[in-house]
Each structure stands twice: as C-alpha cells, then as structure tokens.
C-alpha cells in the first residue's frame, strides 16, 4: 500500500490535470457554439446558392461544361482530406484516418493525389509514407472562405488540366455535438440533381449576359461553397469531439480523485490506528 | 410585407451572414455586360455581377453596399444577391482597403513573371470599390 503522502501527491497531481481538461471542455463549448452558429449562416447562401444551379442548368440543358462531364477513363483520383490541426479530440483524427486507408487501399500509389488540410492527418500519411501534393494548416477550427477558395481553385485546376479525373473530398459531418460521421464525397464531375422541377408551369427567367456565361462564372463559386462548407463542418465536428472527449476525461479524473480520496482516508486512519494500539500497549507494559 | 407590387424585397447574402434584409424602390447593379436597374415586378432574372458598388433607393435616399462580384436574382419581387464578399459602407475596414489597394498596384507595376493579372486587378477594383463606397456613403 503506497504511502499517505504518495496518495496526496497523486490527488494534487490529478487535480491539476482535471483543471486544464475542464478548461479545454469550456473553451471548445464556446467555440463550438462559434462554429455551429458559421455553420449555420451558410445555409441559405447555400440554398439560393443551388437554387440558382438547378433553374441554369435547367435553362440550358446543352450547355456542356467541363466541370459536368465525366472523364472516359478514371486513372487518377484527388481525395481533399480535411482534419484538425490539434488532437485531444476523441476519435476525430482517428476517423478520418481510417476514411483514408479505407479509400487508399487496393489501390496503386500513383493512382491518388492527395490535397491535406490540418496537421493531424498530414502526421498520419507522412507515418503511411505518402507525400501529399499539397497542404494546408493553421485554420482548422476556424476556416475563412478564402481558404476554401484557395483548395477549391486547386482542385479545379487539377481536375480541368486533365491530372485527376474525379475529386472526392473527406470530411466530417457536424450531426450534434455528441455524433459525428466522416464522409466520403464526390465533388468533381458535379452530378446534377435529378428530377427538376416536376409539373407545375417553369417560369421563364431572363439571363445577363447569357445562361452559358453566367453557368461559367457561378461554377467556380459553388465549388468554393462546397469546400468551405466541408470545412465549416470540420470545424464544428472537431469542436464537438474535443468538447465530448474533455468532458468525459473531466469527469474520469473526478471518480479517480474520489477513489483516492477515499484509499488516502484509509491509509491516515489505518495509521492513526496503529499509533493508538502502540500507545495504548505501551502504556499497558508499563503498569 | 410590402404591397404587392409597389416595393422590392432586397436579400444580400454572403457565406457568412446576411449584410442587407430592406425593402426598396429601385436596385442598381453591374453585370458583366453593362448595368442593370431593377424596379418593383420584374421580370424573373438570373445576372452575373461584376466587382461594383450595388446601389438601391430606400425612401428616396440612395444607398450604397460594395459586392466584389456574385449572382443576382429577381424572383417576385425579391431581389437576392449572393457574393462571396459584400460590406455596408460603415463596415468597410478603410486602412485595410488602403494597403489592399497600395499591394495590388504595386504587384501589378512590379509585374513578376509569375504574377496572376487577373486576380490583381480583381483585388485592386475591390479595394477601389470600397473605398468609394466608404467615401461617399460612409459619413452619413
């Protein structure tokens, strides 16, 4: 049995670290409540966002654009990998990581590109011994939408050169604070949605300068939204597993500062105990 | 709501937030071919704007926001306009307009070889374009 004072350094050394996980637990509950409002906001940018898409593509069925068409032959795939920058999120990072290997496998090397953003799963393709042909770090919890813009415009490049022939992108989606599911999705070629506008007579709208042009210029757009959507949702489901993660190993550190407690009380009394047995016998030997 | 007919809804929505919620007379844009005015029931209308001042008459004062390009859409008798950036002349960060603008021509006069010139002039006329706003509608 260790000793009292051992156990009362234990206790002071748990309690220290119930502090900062409690802390943490505070911190990433204010920013996801930040986050989840972001993510919210989006959703009629979104909306209209695809509402427009739908009434263009609508307007001009023929209008092939490049970021419709499927390539013939699929030889090169990008996946855009996006995690957190720091751990200490539960099963977050490890998640992703398995959405990774489980795209990445069977598959010959030179068959993926990989465009990475967050320092966590850079770790982990540097640990595969994969080289990533871009990445990105320093906004995971935060994400502007110039970021999204910047890999958006990458991918697009890559995809429209002819380097990769569909790009999928690897995120998070925020359910709720205590459930949240990686997910695999297609970005390029962009499907269209099928079943437009059933019955009911179409409106017909004027286009400036022309619907062509104005597809050519809202593409790129709804490509910047897609990526900082999925970064939004990164974000808001990072903060969601740090906050489970550190409310849970919060709550682990005070059953264990109780235990002790309790075997420290034990320990004082079994002492006090056999010093009064000492004295009492003591004082019996000398009668 | 406003009176069918008499008024627009005017909706400017960026990826972050809604900048303007207001019913107005009378919406001035720019789309890539020219400008564009819009009065109360127009006829359904999808536009790619430009990097330019989006202008709208509210009891007859004429205000100001900047839109650094985005779509427009005129759908009974609401106007929605999406960009990606979007600022009331009060919001507009001047001194930060100020350096944009000072980088962008100075990229543009130092003229690497590997300089992307469309996307320096598009950052110079943003910050040029708040800047007016700022100008004009933002001591009011």
Not at chain 1, 172 to 185: C, E, N, P
Not at chain 2, 29 to 46: C, E, F, K, S, T
Request: hydrophobic letters at 40%; one cysteine or more; proline letters at 4%.
């Amino acid at each position: 049995m260790p000793s009292a004072r051992e156990i009362n350094r234990r206790i002071k050394s748990v309690t220290n670290t119930q502090q900062i996980t409690k802390a943490m637990k505070m911190v990433s509950s204010v920013r996801l409540r930040r986050a989840q409002d972001r993510a919210v906001a989006t959703a009629p940018y979104t909306e209209k966002m695809e509402g427009m898409l739908q009434r263009l593509s609508a307007a001009s069925p023929d209008a092939g654009n490049a970021l419709f068409t499927p390539h013939d032959t699929v030889k090169k795939t990008c996946y855009i990998i996006i995690g957190s920058d720091k751990g200490l999120a539960g099963a977050f990072n490890s998640n992703v990581n398995k959405a990774i290997v489980s795209v990445l496998k069977d598959k010959p090397r030179d068959a993926s590109m990989l465009l990475v953003a967050g320092r966590k799963p850079m770790e982990y393709l540097k640990h595969l011994h994969l080289v990533p042909e871009k990445k990105w770090s320093g906004f995971s919890d935060k994400p502007q939408f110039s970021h999204a813009q910047q890999i958006a415009h990458l991918a697009t490049q890559k995809f429209l050169d002819g380097e990769v022939d569909e790009v999928y992108v690897i995120y998070t989606h925020f359910k709720s604070a205590l459930s949240q599911d990686t997910r695999i999705v297609k970005m390029l070629p962009i499907t269209q949605k099928e079943g437009q506008q059933e019955g009911g007579p179409r409106e017909e709208y004027l286009f400036a300068p022309d619907p062509k042009l104005v597809l050519d210029a809202l593409l790129p757009q709804y490509l910047d939204l897609f990526i900082y959507n999925s970064l939004l949702q990164s974000a808001a489901s990072e903060l969601g597993a740090r906050m489970t993660a550190m409310t849970s190993a919060t709550d682990n550190a005070g059953e264990l500062i109780d235990k002790l407690t309790v075997t420290y009380n034990k320990v004082r009394q079994a002492g006090i105990t056999n010093e009064l047995t000492e004295i009492v016998s003591g004082a019996n030997a000398l009668q | 709501m406003a009176e069918a007919g008499k008024t627009l809804h005017l909706e400017v929505i960026t990826p972050d937030a809604a900048v303007l919620h207001e019913d107005v007379d009378f919406v001035l844009v720019r789309a890539l071919d020219g400008d564009l005015g819009i009065m109360p029931n127009h006829a359904p209308l999808i536009a790619s704007l430009s990097i330019w001042p989006l202008c709208y008459d509210k009891g007859g004062k004429r205000q100001c926001v900047t839109v650094a390009s985005g779509f427009l859409e005129v759908h009974d008798n609401t106007v929605t306009v999406i960009t990606p950036a979007s600022e009331k002349p009060e919001d507009i960060d001047v001194a930060r307009a100020q350096s944009a603008e000072k980088r962008a021509e100075d990229r543009l006069v130092a003229h690497a070889a590997d300089l992307d010139v469309t996307r320096a002039e598009a950052a110079l006329q943003r910050a040029l374009r708040r800047l007016d706003v700022a100008e004009k509608y933002g001591k009011q």
